[in-house]
């Protein structure tokens, strides 16, 4: 994640949209290789958005070189008299890849050597008769499973099926949550478990909390964690968007403005404020962003001081491949028109 945070701040830096990527055909069967072996790496795809939030947000990934083994790239470089450069971390054996690309090497061929090292057809993702397939289809994206809670200004809580499939479930939890690290697979797997088994119960995993009842499972952003890991109000500058608690982008015109959450100030809001706050879970009204002014006593919701949206619903439909191409971004779960602001409607 650190390499794709590099990427994504000197594509910033750039004016860069797209970055091009040279994974080939032999990354795709060493990552088989390491899934094999327990790793929970992803897959590769030839069209995705950057992993990394929030620095990599409107960054897209394109990975043109995947039909193509690494030897035929090296080849066609040659031929065209460029050079390239070795990562001397490729050879080092305390890596997994490494590893696996030793493993790969010494096979023979009919083993999943040289046949897993082969041109894929883009068109289909198939092999040519007679050699092992690659696994480059997309899953099923779950969206089915996932839904927008109908609360007032895309808070970013969400509501999810029973039936959502781990993946599915992983990509929920760090989107509401706000967090960068997918959850631990055991303890995923527990909740999982719980969900499918009908139990009623409330957990928290990777900053969200999950709360179970009948058919109903709300999955908010974990109020907890803002006292478990107190953090100092975030200053915003002036006409420069700010992302929030890896959930939120918050803009104000004028200085001296920080956000913070809502939880252990809901009482200093307005009267308006607070009524517009108990539309939603309780669970989820402490993880709301407030704004405080020049160490203000007295904190307003952020949509009422500045532009507030909530990035969860853009961050999970990338997560579950909804947006497959730069022009797709900014757009929302299941094409649902761009929400209002934070409370936009609400009058002092």
């Given at each position: 994640m650190?390499?794709?945070?590099?990427?994504?701040?000197?594509?910033r830096e750039a004016g860069a949209r797209v970055v091009l990527?040279?994974?080939?055909?032999?990354?795709?069967?060493?990552?088989?290789?390491?899934?094999?072996?327990?790793?929970?790496?992803?897959?590769?795809?030839?069209?995705?958005?950057?992993?990394?939030w929030p620095?990599?947000?409107?960054?897209?990934?394109?990975?043109?070189?995947?039909?193509?083994?690494?030897?035929?790239?090296?080849?066609?470089?040659t031929g065209q008299g460029a050079e390239w450069i070795d990562d001397p971390g490729n050879e080092d054996v305390r890596f997994a890849r490494s590893r696996a690309r030793q493993t790969l090497t010494l096979l023979p061929l009919g083993e999943g050597g040289a046949q897993r090292r082969m041109r894929v057809d883009r068109s289909s993702g198939e092999?040519?008769?007679?050699?092992?397939?690659?696994?480059?289809?997309?899953?099923?994206?779950?969206?089915?499973?996932?839904?927008?809670?109908?609360?007032?200004?895309?808070?970013?809580?969400?509501?999810?099926?029973?039936?959502?499939?781990?993946?599915?479930?992983a990509a929920v939890l760090v989107c509401a949550g706000g967090s960068d690290q997918?959850?631990?697979?055991?303890?995923?797997?527990?909740?999982?478990?719980?969900?499918?088994?009908?139990?009623?119960?409330?957990?928290?995993?990777?900053g969200a909390r999950i709360e179970a009842r009948g058919d109903?499972?709300?999955?908010?952003?974990?109020?907890?964690?803002?006292?478990?890991?107190?953090?100092?109000?975030?200053?915003?500058?002036?006409?420069?968007?700010?992302?929030w608690d890896g959930r939120w982008a918050i803009t104000v015109e004028s200085p001296g403005w920080s956000v913070a959450p809502a939880a252990g100030r809901m009482a200093a809001l307005s009267g308006a404020e607070r009524a517009a706050l108990k539309a939603l879970p309780p669970a989820a009204r402490g993880a709301m962003p407030v704004l405080i002014r020049n160490d203000a006593t007295a904190p307003v919701l952020a949509g009422t001081a500045g532009?507030?949206?909530?990035?969860?619903?853009?961050?999970?439909?990338?997560?579950?491949?909804?947006?497959?191409?730069?022009?797709?971004?900014?757009?929302?779960?299941?094409g649902a028109s761009p929400r209002n602001h934070l409370f936009s409607g609400l009058h002092h």
């Open positions: 650190a390499r794709h945070r590099l990427i994504a701040d000197a594509a990527l040279a994974h080939s055909a032999d990354d795709i069967a060493e990552g088989e290789v390491m899934r094999a072996e327990g790793s929970t790496l992803g897959r590769l795809r030839d069209w995705s958005p950057s992993p990394a620095e990599g947000r409107g960054l897209m990934l394109l990975r043109p070189m995947l039909g193509a083994g690494r030897g035929e790239v090296r080849d066609w470089l092999a040519a008769p007679g050699q092992s397939p690659l696994t480059l289809e997309r899953k099923d994206d779950g969206c089915a499973a996932v839904r927008s809670s109908p609360l007032p200004a895309g808070e970013g809580s969400l509501t999810v099926s029973r039936d959502v499939d781990t993946h599915t479930l997918l959850p631990r697979g055991d303890r995923l797997s527990a909740i999982h478990t719980r969900l499918r088994g009908g139990e009623a119960f409330t957990a928290t995993l990777s109903s499972v709300l999955v908010t952003r974990e109020t907890g964690e803002f006292a478990r890991q107190p953090r100092p109000p975030l200053p915003l500058a002036p006409g420069v968007e700010t992302v532009k507030a949206t909530s990035l969860v619903g853009e961050r999970l439909a990338l997560a579950l491949d909804r947006m497959t191409h730069e022009r797709d971004l900014g757009g929302l779960l299941h």
